[in-house]
């Protein structure tokens, strides 16, 4: 599952990994420009539910946040006016005394949609609808 922009140069993507009681871990990757990286991202089910759910009612200058279980990594969108714009940023690895990288990825409510209908349908993942 990937956002991406129109030049493809910057995009985030969730790749399942496995599902364990009540949690759920994605292999996150993200590039921006000429940075990108890779981390694992655990999320407790409900939490990862509630944050794809509220995707879709963004309503403008709003976000929602999600937060990795094991690290201080995020993923956190807002949207940023009434277009149907929005900011990705995200954080892949721990930080260590103030040093750590954030990207930041500008999308619209297709890309949004999409990546939405792509984490509903994959077969590996148990959300509620």
Do not use: A
């Amino acid at each position: 599952m990937k956002i991406e922009n129109r030049e493809k140069e910057q995009y985030l993507k969730l790749t399942f990994k496995y599902e364990f009681d009540e949690y759920i871990t994605y292999t996150i990757s993200g590039k921006n420009h000429h940075f990108s990286g890779i981390s694992n991202f655990c999320f407790n089910k409900k939490i990862f539910n509630e944050f794809i759910n509220h995707l879709i009612h963004l309503t403008p200058w709003n976000s929602v946040k999600i937060q990795d279980n094991d690290s201080d990594g995020f993923i956190c969108i807002e949207k940023i006016d009434t277009l149907w714009h929005y900011t990705i940023n995200y954080q892949i690895w721990w930080s260590h005394q103030d040093n750590y990288c954030k990207l930041i990825l500008n999308t619209d409510f297709n890309g949004i949609t999409n990546f939405v209908n792509l984490i509903k349908e994959d077969e590996n993942t148990t959300l509620d609808s």
